[in-house]
């Protein structure tokens, strides 16, 4: 099933995240596995956003929503951990020659419309995935290890301060304190993230919290996950 967020109409036939490597399956037949990846398309292009644990588990889910590993025109990986590298490591898998971006100093285009942030300092350094749709931005976080927040800031200076219609990905917010999560809420209200999707590492009590202060703008997440953009919630 596709989740859908406020977004204009006229974004509707170019932006498409799916989903493909996650703790949970959202879709029957989808496998699920502690990691996290998903497929960007924008515009006719194509990305994959981090591979997951294992090679064998993203082949199965990318043939399993027909998408065709010789299409990804980009691999991104957004940390070293091996729940992110790990599906990868596996270079016969991509078509030859395909572009690889780990984390590096400064933003980086990947595609066209399609960045990077640049390492973010943290323990490790991380970087996320930014689509600058002209109406807006659309962010990819892996696990956001130096801090959730720090990376959408990351990702508003490198989509030219555009807002942020959508907000994907793991957030590392397991071990946090309820109050920790109470003000990480707060301060990405306060940077005006429209619609968010927390999943992987994210853990229950702040995906709880981000449901209560987003409402329906609080999307789920899984392998198998389609989000497009629409102009009412799920």
């Given amino acids: 099933m596709a989740a859908t967020w406020f977004l204009p109409l006229l974004l509707a036939a170019g932006l498409e995240i799916r989903i493909v490597y996650d703790n949970a399956a959202a879709e029957p037949g989808l496998e699920s596995d502690w990691g996290f990846a998903a497929v960007v398309d924008w515009n006719g292009r194509r990305v994959l956003f981090d591979g997951g644990a294992r090679p064998e588990v993203l ?3 990318l043939a399993k929503m027909s998408i065709p590993a010789d299409s990804l025109e980009a691999l991104v ?6 729940d992110h590298s790990g599906g990868l490591r596996q270079e016969s898998f991509f078509r030859p020659g395909v572009p690889f971006f780990p984390p590096a100093e400064g933003a980086r285009e990947v595609l066209p419309g399609i960045f990077t942030t640049g390492s973010v300092e943290g323990t490790p350094p991380e970087q996320a995935l930014v689509i600058r749709t002209g109406q807006g931005i659309v962010v990819l976080t892996g696990c956001s290890h130096p801090g959730v927040v720090r990376m959408v800031e990351a990702a508003i200076r490198t989509g030219e301060r555009q807002p942020v219609r959508l907000l994907l990905g793991g957030f590392h917010m397991l071990r946090q ?43 789920s997440g899984g392998a198998g996950k389609t989000f497009k953009p629409g102009t009412a919630g799920m």
């Fill in 59 to 61: 082949r199965r889910n």
């Fill in 77 to 82: 990986l957004s940390h070293v951990h091996t």
């Fill in 177 to 219: 304190s309820p109050a920790a999560i109470g003000e990480t809420v707060r301060r990405l209200r306060e940077l005006g993230v429209e619609s968010i999707a927390p999943t992987h590492c994210t853990g229950e009590p702040a995906v709880a919290a981000f449901r209560k202060a987003f409402g329906a703008r609080c999307l």
